[in-house]
Protein backbone atom coordinates (compact mmCIF):
# COMPACT_ATOMS: atom_id res chain seq x y z
CA UNK A 1 0.00 0.00 0.00
CA UNK A 2 1.38 3.62 -0.43
CA UNK A 3 0.04 6.69 1.09
CA UNK A 4 -0.43 9.88 -0.88
CA UNK A 5 -0.53 13.31 1.03
CA UNK A 6 -1.38 16.40 -0.08
CA UNK A 7 -3.10 19.68 0.86
CA UNK A 8 -6.67 18.89 -0.67
CA UNK A 9 -8.17 16.42 -2.53
CA UNK A 10 -9.11 17.04 -6.27
CA UNK A 11 -10.60 14.83 -8.91
CA UNK A 12 -7.91 15.44 -11.20
CA UNK A 13 -5.45 14.27 -8.93
CA UNK A 14 -7.28 10.96 -7.02
CA UNK A 15 -7.59 10.12 -10.82
CA UNK A 16 -4.17 10.74 -12.20
CA UNK A 17 -2.73 9.00 -9.35
CA UNK A 18 -4.82 5.65 -9.91
CA UNK A 19 -3.97 5.95 -13.22
CA UNK A 20 -0.24 6.06 -12.90
CA UNK A 21 0.03 3.89 -9.55
CA UNK A 22 -2.77 1.22 -9.61
CA UNK A 23 -3.28 0.67 -13.48
CA UNK A 24 0.24 1.32 -14.47
CA UNK A 25 2.50 0.05 -11.30
CA UNK A 26 -0.08 -2.16 -10.30
CA UNK A 27 0.13 -0.71 -6.36
CA UNK A 28 -3.21 0.39 -3.73
CA UNK A 29 -2.87 3.95 -2.94
CA UNK A 30 -4.89 5.80 -0.22
CA UNK A 31 -5.24 9.89 0.12
CA UNK A 32 -5.21 11.58 3.41
CA UNK A 33 -4.91 15.74 4.03
CA UNK A 34 -4.02 15.38 7.76
CA UNK A 35 -0.06 15.78 8.35
CA UNK A 36 0.01 13.66 11.26
CA UNK A 37 -1.90 10.77 10.26
CA UNK A 38 0.84 11.09 6.54
CA UNK A 39 3.35 11.19 9.31
CA UNK A 40 2.53 8.09 11.15
CA UNK A 41 1.61 6.18 8.52
CA UNK A 42 3.70 3.00 8.20
CA UNK A 43 2.82 3.00 4.28
CA UNK A 44 5.42 3.98 1.45
CA UNK A 45 4.69 7.62 1.79
CA UNK A 46 4.19 10.31 -1.51
CA UNK A 47 4.22 14.00 -0.91
CA UNK A 48 2.31 15.92 -3.42
CA UNK A 49 2.27 19.69 -1.83
CA UNK A 50 3.92 22.61 -1.57
CA UNK A 51 6.79 21.95 1.32
CA UNK A 52 7.97 18.81 2.38
CA UNK A 53 6.88 17.18 5.46
CA UNK A 54 9.92 14.42 7.05
CA UNK A 55 13.12 12.90 5.66
CA UNK A 56 10.93 9.49 5.06
CA UNK A 57 8.84 10.64 1.83
CA UNK A 58 9.19 11.35 -1.77
CA UNK A 59 8.11 15.32 -2.14
CA UNK A 60 6.44 15.77 -5.30
CA UNK A 61 6.46 20.03 -5.50
CA UNK A 62 2.37 20.46 -7.15
CA UNK A 63 1.20 22.75 -9.65
CA UNK A 64 -2.39 24.15 -9.33
CA UNK A 65 -3.00 22.47 -12.61
CA UNK A 66 -4.79 19.60 -11.40
CA UNK A 67 -6.86 21.86 -8.59
CA UNK A 68 -8.58 23.42 -10.86
CA UNK A 69 -11.57 22.10 -11.93
CA UNK A 70 -12.53 24.15 -15.56
CA UNK A 71 -10.46 23.96 -18.70
CA UNK A 72 -8.51 27.07 -19.87
CA UNK A 73 -6.60 27.74 -23.47
CA UNK A 74 -2.53 27.53 -22.42
CA UNK A 75 0.49 26.42 -23.65
CA UNK A 76 2.93 24.45 -21.49
CA UNK A 77 6.07 25.46 -20.90
CA UNK A 78 8.89 22.89 -22.43
CA UNK A 79 12.10 21.80 -20.52
CA UNK A 80 14.56 19.18 -20.85
CA UNK A 81 14.76 16.37 -17.96
CA UNK A 82 17.38 14.07 -18.34
CA UNK A 83 16.64 13.00 -22.13
CA UNK A 84 13.22 13.57 -21.90
CA UNK A 85 11.07 16.82 -22.65
CA UNK A 86 8.43 17.25 -19.86
CA UNK A 87 5.97 20.42 -18.59
CA UNK A 88 5.21 21.79 -15.68
CA UNK A 89 8.46 23.09 -14.55
CA UNK A 90 9.01 24.10 -10.62
CA UNK A 91 12.09 25.46 -8.83
CA UNK A 92 11.43 23.84 -5.58
CA UNK A 93 14.72 22.63 -4.09
CA UNK A 94 13.77 19.77 -2.38
CA UNK A 95 11.19 18.27 -5.05
CA UNK A 96 12.33 15.08 -6.36
CA UNK A 97 11.92 16.19 -9.90
CA UNK A 98 12.25 19.69 -11.42
CA UNK A 99 8.77 19.58 -13.12
CA UNK A 100 5.44 18.31 -12.20
CA UNK A 101 4.83 14.30 -13.16
CA UNK A 102 1.68 13.99 -12.20
CA UNK A 103 0.39 17.21 -13.89
CA UNK A 104 2.01 16.62 -17.41
CA UNK A 105 0.47 12.88 -17.25
CA UNK A 106 -2.91 14.36 -16.85
CA UNK A 107 -2.06 16.82 -19.42
CA UNK A 108 -1.62 14.63 -22.21
CA UNK A 109 -4.22 11.36 -21.20
CA UNK A 110 -6.87 13.53 -20.52
CA UNK A 111 -6.57 15.20 -24.53
CA UNK A 112 -6.52 18.63 -22.31
CA UNK A 113 -4.92 20.61 -25.71
CA UNK A 114 -7.49 18.93 -27.89
CA UNK A 115 -10.49 20.43 -26.14
CA UNK A 116 -9.17 24.19 -28.14
CA UNK A 117 -7.88 22.40 -30.93
CA UNK A 118 -11.17 22.94 -33.75
CA UNK A 119 -8.56 25.49 -35.91
CA UNK A 120 -6.20 22.57 -36.34
CA UNK A 121 -8.26 20.01 -38.00
CA UNK A 122 -7.83 18.01 -41.19
CA UNK A 123 -10.88 17.84 -44.06
CA UNK A 124 -12.43 15.28 -42.00
CA UNK A 125 -12.46 16.72 -38.76
CA UNK A 126 -9.34 15.25 -37.23
CA UNK A 127 -7.18 16.90 -35.11
CA UNK A 128 -3.81 16.91 -36.83
CA UNK A 129 -0.83 15.07 -34.66
CA UNK A 130 1.80 17.90 -36.31
CA UNK A 131 -0.31 20.54 -34.26
CA UNK A 132 -0.04 18.82 -30.60
CA UNK A 133 2.29 19.11 -27.91
CA UNK A 134 3.94 15.90 -27.82
CA UNK A 135 4.81 15.92 -31.85
CA UNK A 136 6.15 19.40 -31.38
CA UNK A 137 8.39 18.57 -28.67
CA UNK A 138 9.16 15.33 -30.36
CA UNK A 139 8.02 12.69 -28.00
CA UNK A 140 5.03 11.54 -30.14
CA UNK A 141 6.79 8.47 -30.67
CA UNK A 142 7.24 7.94 -26.63
CA UNK A 143 5.13 6.68 -23.76
CA UNK A 144 5.93 9.60 -21.60
CA UNK A 145 3.20 8.52 -18.75
CA UNK A 146 4.66 4.90 -18.76
CA UNK A 147 8.15 6.45 -18.53
CA UNK A 148 7.62 9.33 -15.83
CA UNK A 149 5.49 6.24 -13.62
CA UNK A 150 8.88 4.02 -14.22
CA UNK A 151 10.91 6.75 -13.32
CA UNK A 152 8.82 7.02 -10.05
CA UNK A 153 8.91 3.48 -9.36
CA UNK A 154 12.51 3.11 -9.22
CA UNK A 155 12.13 6.05 -6.83
CA UNK A 156 10.12 4.17 -4.72
CA UNK A 157 11.99 1.20 -4.80
CA UNK A 158 15.12 2.87 -3.89
CA UNK A 159 13.59 4.79 -0.87
CA UNK A 160 11.70 1.32 0.40
CA UNK A 161 14.28 -1.37 -0.43
CA UNK A 162 11.92 -3.97 1.19
CA UNK A 163 8.55 -3.00 -0.64
CA UNK A 164 8.57 -4.83 -3.79
CA UNK A 165 6.10 -3.38 -6.85
CA UNK A 166 4.45 -6.77 -8.90
CA UNK A 167 5.97 -7.45 -12.46
CA UNK A 168 3.31 -6.71 -15.03
CA UNK A 169 2.92 -8.33 -18.18
CA UNK A 170 3.66 -6.78 -22.00
CA UNK A 171 0.25 -7.67 -23.79
CA UNK A 172 0.18 -7.26 -27.83
CA UNK A 173 -3.21 -6.91 -29.61
CA UNK A 174 -3.87 -6.98 -32.98
CA UNK A 175 -7.46 -5.51 -34.29
CA UNK A 176 -8.43 -5.05 -37.50
CA UNK A 177 -10.85 -2.30 -39.24
CA UNK A 178 -13.83 -4.21 -41.85
CA UNK A 179 -14.39 -0.82 -44.10
CA UNK A 180 -15.10 -3.35 -47.15
CA UNK A 181 -15.63 -6.70 -46.57
CA UNK A 182 -15.81 -7.37 -50.09
CA UNK A 183 -13.78 -5.72 -53.13
CA UNK A 184 -16.62 -7.32 -55.63
CA UNK A 185 -19.36 -9.15 -53.99
CA UNK A 186 -22.64 -8.25 -52.83
CA UNK A 187 -22.51 -4.41 -53.92
CA UNK A 188 -25.78 -4.80 -55.86
CA UNK A 189 -26.39 -4.33 -59.77
CA UNK A 190 -25.82 -0.54 -59.77
CA UNK A 191 -22.63 -0.52 -58.07
CA UNK A 192 -21.19 -3.52 -60.10
CA UNK A 193 -22.16 -1.53 -63.19
CA UNK A 194 -20.45 1.59 -61.67
CA UNK A 195 -17.21 -1.02 -60.61
CA UNK A 196 -16.82 -2.07 -64.10
CA UNK A 197 -17.19 1.31 -65.53
CA UNK A 198 -14.37 3.15 -63.55
CA UNK A 199 -12.19 0.17 -64.17
CA UNK A 200 -12.71 0.17 -68.10
CA UNK A 201 -12.30 4.32 -67.84
CA UNK A 202 -8.89 3.39 -65.69
CA UNK A 203 -7.76 1.10 -67.97
CA UNK A 204 -7.39 -1.03 -65.12
CA UNK A 205 -7.74 -4.58 -67.48
CA UNK A 206 -6.40 -6.93 -64.78
CA UNK A 207 -8.64 -5.81 -61.81
CA UNK A 208 -11.70 -6.07 -64.52
CA UNK A 209 -11.48 -9.72 -65.05
CA UNK A 210 -10.77 -10.43 -61.79
CA UNK A 211 -14.02 -8.77 -61.05
CA UNK A 212 -15.82 -10.62 -63.48
CA UNK A 213 -13.96 -13.74 -62.37
CA UNK A 214 -15.10 -13.00 -58.27
CA UNK A 215 -18.74 -12.60 -59.43
CA UNK A 216 -18.40 -16.06 -61.49
CA UNK A 217 -16.75 -17.55 -58.33
CA UNK A 218 -13.94 -18.75 -60.02
CA UNK A 219 -11.67 -17.10 -57.81
CA UNK A 220 -12.07 -15.98 -54.27
CA UNK A 221 -12.85 -12.07 -53.24
CA UNK A 222 -9.76 -10.53 -52.76
CA UNK A 223 -10.47 -8.72 -49.86
CA UNK A 224 -11.59 -12.12 -48.33
CA UNK A 225 -8.22 -12.98 -46.92
CA UNK A 226 -10.25 -12.87 -42.93
CA UNK A 227 -8.73 -17.15 -42.68
CA UNK A 228 -5.36 -16.03 -43.44
CA UNK A 229 -5.72 -13.54 -40.71
CA UNK A 230 -7.41 -15.71 -38.04
CA UNK A 231 -4.07 -17.66 -39.09
CA UNK A 232 -1.72 -15.89 -37.73
CA UNK A 233 -3.69 -14.94 -34.66
CA UNK A 234 -4.15 -18.83 -33.83
CA UNK A 235 -0.06 -19.73 -34.76
CA UNK A 236 0.79 -17.22 -31.79
CA UNK A 237 -1.87 -17.54 -29.90
CA UNK A 238 -2.96 -14.27 -29.81
CA UNK A 239 -6.27 -12.33 -28.92
CA UNK A 240 -7.65 -10.12 -31.73
CA UNK A 241 -10.30 -7.67 -32.19
CA UNK A 242 -12.36 -6.92 -35.69
CA UNK A 243 -14.45 -3.55 -35.96
CA UNK A 244 -17.43 -3.38 -38.44
CA UNK A 245 -18.79 -0.80 -40.55
CA UNK A 246 -22.36 -1.24 -40.76
CA UNK A 247 -23.19 2.23 -41.51
CA UNK A 248 -25.50 3.36 -44.73
CA UNK A 249 -23.46 3.83 -48.16
CA UNK A 250 -22.02 7.45 -48.63
CA UNK A 251 -19.09 8.71 -49.73
CA UNK A 252 -16.76 7.32 -47.10
CA UNK A 253 -18.75 4.58 -45.93
CA UNK A 254 -18.14 1.67 -48.82
CA UNK A 255 -19.26 -1.66 -47.16
CA UNK A 256 -22.09 -3.36 -48.42
CA UNK A 257 -24.98 -3.85 -46.59
CA UNK A 258 -25.78 -5.39 -43.37
CA UNK A 259 -28.77 -6.81 -44.78
CA UNK A 260 -26.28 -9.13 -47.08
CA UNK A 261 -26.49 -12.79 -45.91
CA UNK A 262 -22.61 -13.44 -47.21
CA UNK A 263 -21.79 -10.20 -45.04
CA UNK A 264 -23.56 -11.60 -42.45
CA UNK A 265 -22.19 -15.37 -41.98
CA UNK A 266 -18.47 -13.86 -42.16
CA UNK A 267 -19.34 -11.90 -39.42
CA UNK A 268 -21.08 -14.83 -37.39
CA UNK A 269 -18.21 -17.08 -39.05
CA UNK A 270 -15.61 -14.46 -37.19
CA UNK A 271 -17.49 -13.97 -34.08
CA UNK A 272 -16.48 -17.68 -33.27
CA UNK A 273 -13.37 -17.09 -33.71
CA UNK A 274 -12.31 -13.13 -32.45
CA UNK A 275 -14.55 -10.34 -30.88
CA UNK A 276 -16.08 -8.16 -32.96
CA UNK A 277 -17.12 -4.72 -32.37
CA UNK A 278 -18.94 -1.68 -33.94
CA UNK A 279 -17.11 0.78 -36.30
CA UNK A 280 -18.74 3.41 -36.33
CA UNK A 281 -19.71 5.30 -39.91
CA UNK A 282 -18.43 8.45 -41.20
CA UNK A 283 -21.38 9.92 -41.42
CA UNK A 284 -22.12 8.93 -37.96
CA UNK A 285 -20.35 12.14 -36.82
CA UNK A 286 -22.94 14.24 -38.16
CA UNK A 287 -26.04 12.06 -36.47
CA UNK A 288 -24.58 10.31 -33.29
CA UNK A 289 -27.88 8.53 -33.37
CA UNK A 290 -26.26 6.19 -35.93
CA UNK A 291 -23.94 4.89 -33.74
CA UNK A 292 -26.99 3.23 -32.26
CA UNK A 293 -28.73 2.15 -34.90
CA UNK A 294 -25.40 0.31 -36.48
CA UNK A 295 -24.47 -1.22 -32.88
CA UNK A 296 -27.89 -2.81 -32.91
CA UNK A 297 -27.26 -4.08 -36.07
CA UNK A 298 -24.48 -5.56 -35.57
CA UNK A 299 -25.92 -7.19 -32.08
CA UNK A 300 -29.14 -8.65 -34.15
CA UNK A 301 -26.59 -10.46 -36.38
CA UNK A 302 -24.05 -11.53 -33.99
CA UNK A 303 -27.33 -11.85 -31.74
CA UNK A 304 -24.92 -10.80 -28.65
CA UNK A 305 -24.27 -7.44 -26.90
CA UNK A 306 -21.96 -5.27 -28.84
CA UNK A 307 -19.52 -3.11 -25.89
CA UNK A 308 -16.56 -2.14 -27.85
CA UNK A 309 -15.88 0.57 -30.26
CA UNK A 310 -13.65 2.15 -32.97
CA UNK A 311 -14.22 5.38 -34.86
CA UNK A 312 -13.72 5.01 -38.60
CA UNK A 313 -11.32 7.66 -39.74
CA UNK A 314 -10.26 7.65 -36.16
CA UNK A 315 -12.52 10.98 -35.58
CA UNK A 316 -13.19 11.91 -32.40
CA UNK A 317 -14.31 15.12 -31.13
CA UNK A 318 -13.86 15.77 -27.12
CA UNK A 319 -15.52 14.82 -25.63
CA UNK A 320 -18.94 14.58 -27.44
CA UNK A 321 -17.84 11.34 -29.64
CA UNK A 322 -16.96 9.62 -26.07
CA UNK A 323 -19.99 10.89 -24.39
CA UNK A 324 -22.01 9.79 -27.05
CA UNK A 325 -20.48 6.56 -27.12
CA UNK A 326 -21.38 5.79 -23.09
CA UNK A 327 -24.76 6.53 -23.77
CA UNK A 328 -25.64 3.31 -26.04
CA UNK A 329 -23.65 1.44 -23.29
CA UNK A 330 -20.10 1.24 -25.15
CA UNK A 331 -17.43 0.31 -22.42
CA UNK A 332 -14.70 0.45 -24.76
CA UNK A 333 -13.09 2.68 -27.28
CA UNK A 334 -9.89 1.69 -29.78
CA UNK A 335 -10.23 5.30 -31.58
CA UNK A 336 -7.53 6.71 -29.72
CA UNK A 337 -4.33 7.36 -31.71
CA UNK A 338 -2.64 9.57 -34.76
CA UNK A 339 -4.57 9.00 -38.32
CA UNK A 340 -1.19 10.48 -40.25
CA UNK A 341 1.56 9.81 -37.35
CA UNK A 342 3.03 6.52 -35.72
CA UNK A 343 3.24 7.41 -31.42
CA UNK A 344 1.44 7.79 -28.30
CA UNK A 345 -1.37 10.13 -28.82
CA UNK A 346 -2.27 10.05 -25.17
CA UNK A 347 1.34 9.60 -24.31
CA UNK A 348 0.57 6.20 -23.14
CA UNK A 349 0.86 2.70 -23.98
CA UNK A 350 -1.90 1.33 -20.99
CA UNK A 351 -5.49 1.18 -21.63
CA UNK A 352 -7.44 3.98 -19.20
CA UNK A 353 -10.78 5.74 -18.10
CA UNK A 354 -11.80 8.24 -20.11
CA UNK A 355 -11.71 11.99 -18.13
CA UNK A 356 -14.46 14.15 -19.21
CA UNK A 357 -13.14 16.97 -18.51
CA UNK A 358 -16.28 19.12 -19.50
CA UNK A 359 -17.59 17.97 -16.12
CA UNK A 360 -14.48 17.20 -14.36
CA UNK A 361 -14.72 13.79 -13.34
CA UNK A 362 -13.81 10.32 -14.06
CA UNK A 363 -15.91 8.10 -16.42
CA UNK A 364 -16.40 4.11 -16.99
CA UNK A 365 -15.42 4.54 -20.68
CA UNK A 366 -12.17 2.27 -21.18
CA UNK A 367 -9.62 3.67 -23.58
CA UNK A 368 -7.30 1.39 -25.57
CA UNK A 369 -4.87 3.43 -27.64
CA UNK A 370 -3.20 2.26 -31.05
CA UNK A 371 0.76 2.73 -31.61
CA UNK A 372 -0.02 2.90 -35.61
CA UNK A 373 -2.29 1.84 -38.15
CA UNK A 374 -1.06 0.31 -41.62
CA UNK A 375 -2.46 3.08 -43.89
CA UNK A 376 -0.56 6.10 -42.54
CA UNK A 377 2.42 4.43 -43.85
CA UNK A 378 1.45 5.07 -47.41
CA UNK A 379 -0.92 8.07 -47.33
CA UNK A 380 0.86 10.11 -44.72
CA UNK A 381 4.45 9.13 -44.28
CA UNK A 382 5.22 7.86 -47.79
CA UNK A 383 7.13 4.80 -46.32
CA UNK A 384 7.81 1.70 -48.36
CA UNK A 385 7.62 -2.13 -46.88
CA UNK A 386 11.36 -2.03 -46.04
CA UNK A 387 11.16 1.31 -44.66
CA UNK A 388 8.16 0.68 -42.08
CA UNK A 389 9.75 -2.09 -40.39
CA UNK A 390 12.31 -0.04 -39.14
CA UNK A 391 9.80 2.94 -37.84
CA UNK A 392 7.68 0.91 -35.77
CA UNK A 393 10.11 -1.63 -34.39
CA UNK A 394 11.14 1.54 -31.94
CA UNK A 395 7.54 1.79 -30.69
CA UNK A 396 7.43 -1.90 -30.02
CA UNK A 397 10.45 -1.96 -27.97
CA UNK A 398 9.06 0.82 -26.06
CA UNK A 399 5.74 -0.47 -25.07
CA UNK A 400 7.68 -4.08 -24.25
CA UNK A 401 10.09 -2.51 -21.98
CA UNK A 402 7.83 -0.49 -20.17
CA UNK A 403 5.24 -3.63 -19.93
CA UNK A 404 2.37 -1.91 -21.89
CA UNK A 405 -0.25 -2.88 -24.44
CA UNK A 406 0.57 -2.73 -28.12
CA UNK A 407 -2.80 -2.10 -30.30
CA UNK A 408 -1.93 -2.10 -33.92
CA UNK A 409 -4.60 -1.09 -36.77
CA UNK A 410 -4.88 -3.30 -40.16
CA UNK A 411 -7.30 -3.21 -42.79
CA UNK A 412 -8.27 -6.61 -44.49
CA UNK A 413 -7.86 -4.46 -47.66
CA UNK A 414 -4.30 -3.49 -47.43
CA UNK A 415 -3.54 -6.73 -47.02
CA UNK A 416 -5.02 -8.26 -49.84
CA UNK A 417 -3.06 -8.30 -52.80
CA UNK A 418 -0.09 -7.43 -52.00
CA UNK A 419 2.87 -10.45 -51.04
CA UNK A 420 5.39 -7.42 -49.96
CA UNK A 421 2.50 -5.98 -47.53
CA UNK A 422 1.85 -9.34 -46.41
CA UNK A 423 5.38 -10.52 -45.71
CA UNK A 424 5.41 -7.28 -43.89
CA UNK A 425 2.62 -8.12 -41.87
CA UNK A 426 4.06 -11.38 -40.76
CA UNK A 427 7.35 -9.96 -39.71
CA UNK A 428 5.50 -7.12 -37.28
CA UNK A 429 3.15 -9.86 -36.08
CA UNK A 430 6.57 -11.32 -35.11
CA UNK A 431 8.17 -8.75 -33.50
CA UNK A 432 5.34 -7.80 -31.30
CA UNK A 433 4.77 -11.72 -30.58
CA UNK A 434 8.08 -12.41 -29.58
Known sequence: MLIIYCDKKSARLEYICKLIFKDV???????????????????????????????????FFSDEFLFENKIRKFTPEVIKFEDLPVIFPNQNQDSVFPFDPFAMSFYFVSRYEEYFMDDKKDKHGRVKAEACLAFKAGIHHRPVVNILADKIKLLIENKNPTFVLPEKEYKFIPTYDIDIAFAHIGKGLLRSIGGFGKLVIRLKIKEFFERIMTLAGIITDPYNNFDQLIEQQKKY????????????????????????????????????????????????????????????????ILNTEV???????????????????????????????????????????????????????????????????????????RLNPTQIFEYVKPLIEETKKYKGELFVIWHNYSLSDNKEKLHLYKEIIKLANE
Open 237 to 300: NLKSLFFVNLGDYGTYDKNISYRNKRLQKLLKKLYNEVEIGIHPSYNSNKNPEKVKIEKERLEV
Open 307 to 381: VKSRQHFLILSFPETYENLIKISVTDDYSMGFGSQMGFRAGICNSYNFYNLIEDKETSLRIHPFAFMDTMFEEYL
Open 25 to 59: LGVEISFTTDKNDFSKSTFVKINYSKEKISQDELF
